[in-house]
């Protein structure tokens, strides 16, 4: 049974950090393309990171702040939150997608996503 398990999630000080971890118990970990999503209250859930082989892409909202990465080895994928703004706050998903040998670029689309984490609360106060 596939998991994705979010870590990492709390409340920080604006212009705090904090890494959040996703565990996947998945087959052949290298043939996903990992991302993170997140959903701030009363907003529709947005794209906010994706790592596809060695190639990353990042939101705009994010770009120079949050870093994507991820440990083959210990099959977790990492999302690295410096500079934190108070429009950070949400609930951040990790997702996955089988994509093979194939590296994908841009933005990730959540239809496309095949599992799907519960999600880790990021507050992050003014």
């Known amino acids: 049974q596939v998991q994705l398990v979010e870590s990492g999630g709390g409340l920080v000080q604006a212009g705090g950090s904090l890494r959040l971890s996703c565990a996947a118990s998945?087959?052949?970990?290298?043939?996903?393309?990992m991302g993170w999503f997140r959903q701030a209250p009363g907003k529709e859930r947005e794209f906010v990171a994706g790592?596809?082989?060695?190639?990353?892409y990042y939101a705009d909202s994010v770009k120079g702040r949050f870093t994507i990465s991820r440990d083959y080895a210990k099959n977790t994928v990492y999302l690295q939150m410096n500079s934190l703004k108070s429009e950070d706050t949400a609930v951040y998903y990790c997702?996955?997608?089988?994509?093979?040998?194939?590296?994908?670029?841009?933005?990730?689309?959540?239809?496309?996503?095949?599992?799907w984490g519960k999600g880790t609360l990021v507050t992050v106060s003014s």
């Open positions: 997702a996955a997608r089988w994509t093979g040998s194939v590296t994908l670029i841009g933005v990730l689309l959540q239809d496309d996503m095949n599992y």
């Open positions: 998945l087959r052949t970990f290298s043939g996903y393309t």
């Open positions: 790592m596809s082989g060695v190639s990353t």
